[in-house]
T-cell receptor, first 112, second 111 residues
Framework: DSGVTQTPKHLITATGQRVTLRCSPR?????VYWYQQSLDQGLQFLIH???????AKGNILERFSAQQFPDLHSELNLSSLELGDSALYFC???????????FGSGTQLSVL | DAKTTQPPSMDCAEGRAANLPCNHS???????VYWYRQIHSQGPQYIIH???NNETNEMASLIITEDRKSSTLILPHATLRDTAVYYC????????????FGTGTRLKVLA
């Protein structure tokens, strides 16, 4: 158990809908990273938050947004969903911004 | 962050050492080498990291060449449970806020 909690584990929705994925980092970790992994693809870095502030963006679509709250949990919002958004979404946390990452078990999103 | 190059796939016999190479010829002096692995569709798992010296922990050993342009992750006695995708990442300490994973090496441990 990495100590990083992601909910829900599975999410099935329809095209055009909006969903929110939640991540609770390990106790004491200030950084949260979000990744997308499509079937048989690599991990695509989406965004990084440190202590509530956005620090870096990767290949994150404009339809996607994220935030990190004062209690350090983070949410990834995906809107106007398309079939191609179906993927595993992972969050990871670290103490600061540059240490080793601890990953959650992911949220499997299926857009039908 | 420096770019890394890894072979796409490797096989290893169970019980033998698995040696996974990584090239990072553009690494700079303050960049660390990190290794992670991802078993099937689980979240990636940190294995080990190092700067210059060789490192060993309960999971693996990391050998970094003297010029730091390449490294090797060694799993001393591979088991079937070590079948996974292994990612080598080179990352700076300060001012680097992205954490980019490449395509990794798919290691298959054979019975």
């Amino acid at each position: 158990d990495s100590g990083v909690t992601q909910t829900p584990k599975h999410l099935i929705t329809a095209t055009g809908q909006r969903v929110t994925l939640r991540c609770s980092p390990r106790s004491g970790d200030l950084s949260v990273y979000w990744y997308q992994q499509s079937l048989d693809q690599g991990l695509q870095f989406l965004i990084h938050y440190y202590n509530g502030e956005e620090r870096a963006k990767g290949n994150i679509l404009e339809r996607f947004s994220a935030q990190q709250f004062p209690d350090l949990h983070s949410e990834l919002n995906l809107s106007s969903l398309e079939l191609g958004d179906s993927a595993l979404y992972f969050c990871a946390s670290s103490e600061g911004g540059n240490e080793k990452l601890f990953f959650g078990s992911g949220t499997q999103l299926s857009v039908l | 962050d420096a770019k890394t190059t890894q072979p796409p796939s490797m096989d290893c016999a169970e019980g033998r050492a698995a040696n996974l190479p990584c090239n990072h010829s553009t690494i700079s002096g303050n960049e660390y080498v990190y290794w992670y692995r991802q078993i099937h569709s689980q979240g990636p798992q940190y294995i080990i990291h190092g700067l210059k010296n060789n490192e060993t922990n309960e999971m693996a050993s990391l050998i970094i060449t003297e010029d730091r342009k390449s490294s090797t992750l060694i799993l001393p006695h591979a088991t079937l449970r070590d079948t996974a995708v292994y990612y080598c990442i080179v990352r700076g300490v300060w001012g680097t806020y992205k954490y980019i994973f490449g395509t990794g090496t798919r290691l298959k441990v054979l019975a």
